[in-house]
Nanobody
Framework: QVQLVESGGGLVQAGDSLRLSCAASGVTFSSCTMGWFRQAPGKEREFVVSITGSGGNTYYADSVKGRFTISRDNAKNTVYLHMNSLKPEDTAVYFC??????????????????WGQGTQVTVSS
C-alpha cells in the first residue's frame, strides 16, 4: 500500500523560509516522479513543482520559480520542498503526489495516482 506523508508546514511571516517533507512508503521511490501541488481556500489545486525519479530533472510553476527548490533523497524515500521568500499568496495546503512513470515531469493533478493528506502553510503579511 502506497502511503505519502507530508510534514513541515506551519505559520510563518512573509519573507521567511520553510521546508516541507514528503515521506513515501510501499513504493519503489526511485520509480516515481514526485510532484508538489497546493490548494488555497476556494481555489483549484495548482501545480507547484515536479521532479523525475532520478532527481535529474525538475519543472517549476512560474509563481514559485527562483524561490522554491525541490529535491529528493531516494535512499530515504523522501522528497523535499524548500520554500524561500514566502509570500502571503503562498498560503495553501500543500500536497505531495507520486506517479509510477518516473521519466516525465508531470504537471497536472490527474497525472498522479497517489497523494498525501496535505500540510498547511500559512504566510502572514
Amino acid at each position: 500500500q502506497v502511503q505519502l506523508v507530508e510534514s513541515g508546514g506551519g505559520l510563518v511571516q512573509a519573507g521567511d523560509s520553510l521546508r516541507l517533507s514528503c515521506a513515501a512508503s510501499g513504493v519503489t521511490f526511485s520509480s516515481c516522479t514526485m510532484g508538489w501541488f497546493r490548494q488555497a481556500p476556494g481555489k483549484e489545486r495548482e501545480f507547484v513543482v515536479s521532479i523525475t525519479g532520478s532527481g535529474g530533472n525538475t519543472y517549476y510553476a512560474d509563481s514559485v520559480k527562483g524561490r522554491f527548490t525541490i529535491s529528493r533523497d531516494n535512499a530515504k524515500n523522501t522528497v523535499y520542498l524548500h520554500m524561500n521568500s514566502l509570500k502571503p499568496e503562498d498560503t495553501a495546503v500543500y500536497f505531495c503526489a507520486a506517479e509510477f512513470r518516473p521519466w516525465s515531469l508531470w504537471t497536472r493533478s490527474y497525472d498522479y495516482t497517489y497523494w498525501g493528506q496535505g500540510t498547511q502553510v500559512t504566510v502572514s503579511s
